[in-house]
């Protein structure tokens, strides 16, 4: 019996990559898996193959292009109207882009799909999260809801980062809409944001028995992530990068693992912690984004 056997996950970017090894991962633990994508023909897709990998997968569908605000919230209203309840949530989605593209929320993509969608599915899913981890810590026998229960069996985010160099956000321009636009200056900051988002999400999650931490797998080997950029940075991927059931190892780890339960706010890359430099400690720069994701999610 795999350690989230009862369990309820869903995985965005689960159609391929290092997202759809998470899946697979998840289902071979035991957890009914929901896997995202851009529409149901890809999920669809998607689930075929992790059943062949795992052939007593419990899968379902759902469809959401994460560069659309409405998008995420038709499909979290979609979930939420079949789940009372979630256990593991990891955010695996995003986007290299070339040329600077504007979604019709009038954000830039990369931005509104490495981070915006982040924020705003992992905000619409906190309170199955919160009732999954009060099912499981009231069956422990504990009313107070806090203490040593609460650590023993979490409900978990996860949200695929990395490390990001030595990227700053630059809160006059997060949307790359000065200078001259290139994926090297547009992405880097998306991931110090997913860390910062991370750091954030678990502060205010703390004592809920909810957790939340960031993993860096490292390069992924032939990534349909990379297939707009190309060129040299692909090539280096493809050459030393890890196959994606490799590379996926820590996030599961991190969904599953009785250590990780103990832990939020960290990132990890091969179940180790490691530090998040520069503007990555910094709490007044996390809670500005905060703020800033707030607005552009016109959350209350």
Not at 174 to 186: D, H, I, V
Not at 261 to 276: D, M
Request: glycine letters at 8%; proline letters at 5%.
């Amino acid at each position: 019996m795999g350690s989230l056997e009862g369990r309820l996950a869903l995985v965005t970017g689960a159609t391929g990559g290092l997202g759809k090894a998470v899946a697979a991962g998840l289902a071979r633990e035991g957890a009914a898996v929901v896997v995202v994508g851009r529409s149901l023909d890809r999920a669809d897709a998607a689930m075929a193959g992790i059943s062949t990998l795992v052939p007593d997968a419990r899968l379902e569908p759902l469809a959401c292009d994460l560069s659309v605000q409405s998008s995420i919230r038709r499909a979290a209203s979609d979930f939420l109207s079949r789940h009372d309840r979630l256990d593991v949530l990891v955010n695996a989605a995003g986007v290299f882009r070339k040329e600077r593209h504007v979604t019709p929320d009038g954000l830039e993509l990369t931005f509104a799909t490495n981070v915006m969608a982040y924020f705003l599915m992992t905000n619409l899913l906190l309170d199955p999260l919160r009732r999954a981890a009060a099912i499981r810590n009231a069956n422990t026998g504990t009313a107070s809801g806090r203490g040593w229960a609460l650590a023993l069996a979490p409900s978990r985010i996860v949200n695929v980062a990395s490390r990001y160099g030595n990227a700053a956000l630059n809160f006059d321009d997060l949307q790359t809409a000065k200078g001259k636009y290139s994926y090297l200056r547009s992405t880097p900051p998306t991931m110090l944001a997913r860390v910062l988002l991370t750091q954030e999400f678990a502060e205010r999650l703390r004592g809920t028995g909810v957790v939340a931490n960031a993993v860096h797998p490292g390069l992924v080997k032939n990534t349909a992530l990379l297939q707009d950029v190309g060129g040299p940075f692909r090539w280096v991927t493809n050459t030393f990068g890890a196959p994606a059931d490799k590379a996926s190892d820590t996030a599961v780890w991190l969904a599953t693992s009785p250590e990780a339960a103990e832990v939020s706010g960290k990132l990890w890359t091969k179940r180790q912690e490691i530090p998040t430099p520069g503007m990555g400690s910094d709490p007044d720069a996390r809670r500005r984004l905060w703020d800033a994701c707030t607005r552009l999610a016109e959350l209350s």
